[in-house]
T-cell receptor, first 115, second 109 residues
Framework: DGGITQSPKYLFRKEGQNVTLSCEQNLNHDAMYWYRQDPGQGLRLIYYSQIVNDFQKGDIAEGYSVSREKKESFPLTVTSAQKNPTAFYLC??????????????FGDGTRLSIL | GENVEQHPSTLSVQEGDSAVIKCTYSDSASNYFPWYKQELGKRPQLIIDIRSNVGEKKDQRIAVTLNKTAKHFSLHITETQPEDSAVYFCAAGGDGLTFGKGTHLIIQP
């Protein structure tokens, strides 16, 4: 989906360093999500936000932080507390329906590696 | 929380045959069940979804069935083609989604 942009495509982190992954969408979606994908593990939810200035922890939030200051942007910071950060990180967004869930659309991902 | 199991982890079928991937979920409150296709190194793409008030949905060669009582749902692909080769993920949820671990579908020529 061209409306969700993740950057950078590849990122390298040194020990003890925080890094921030960018996610921007121009689809006017209310909700945004961050997932981590490891081989054979599927996608695991890190954080999600359904409205500006509010976000909730997902299943594996430890060692990560997020902010949602603008509707279009949902950056993810991988902190030094995350001891195994090497993974493929996917951002997604969707509308929020009053009764029905809305499909999530994904960005192209950021591949993070440890130096 | 929700737990989604997906089987098989790898599925190899002859071109032209049908493929079936099955998922079970644990949370009876889940009401939305999408399926995603992910090609190597690319983003997951939504291919079909179903909501809890529907038992079956079809889109050309792809269909999904949902059994709420048994808490399982399945993806059916008929007349498989080489371009169907990919990893397929099921998911279940309400406000958030829980994904299965994926099925690597291989179409043999």
């Amino acid at each position: 989906d061209g409306g969700i942009t993740q950057s950078p495509k590849y990122l390298f982190r040194k020990e003890g360093q925080n890094v921030t992954l960018s996610c921007e969408q121009n689809l006017n979606h209310d909700a945004m999500y961050w997932y981590r994908q490891d081989p054979g593990q599927g996608l695991r939810l890190i954080y999600y936000s359904q409205i500006v200035n509010d976000f909730q922890k997902g299943d594996i939030a430890e060692g990560y932080s997020v902010s949602r200051e603008k509707k279009e942007s949902f950056p993810l910071t991988v902190t030094s507390a995350q001891k195994n950060p090497t993974a493929f990180y996917l951002c997604a967004s969707s509308f929020t329906g009053s009764q029905d869930n809305q499909p999530q659309h994904f960005g192209d991902g950021t591949r993070l590696s440890i130096l | 929380g929700e737990n989604v199991e997906q089987h098989p982890s790898t599925l190899s079928v002859q071109e032209g045959d049908s493929a079936v991937i099955k998922c079970t979920y644990s949370d009876s409150a889940s009401n939305y069940f999408p399926w995603y296709k992910q090609e190597l190194g690319k983003r997951p793409q939504l291919i079909i979804d179903i909501r809890s008030n529907v038992g079956e949905k079809k889109d050309q060669r792809i269909a999904v069935t949902l059994n709420k009582t048994a808490k399982h749902f399945s993806l059916h692909i008929t007349e498989t083609q080489p371009e169907d080769s990919a990893v397929y993920f099921c998911a279940a949820g309400g406000d958030g989604l829980t994904f299965g671990k994926g099925t690597h579908l291989i179409i043999q020529p």
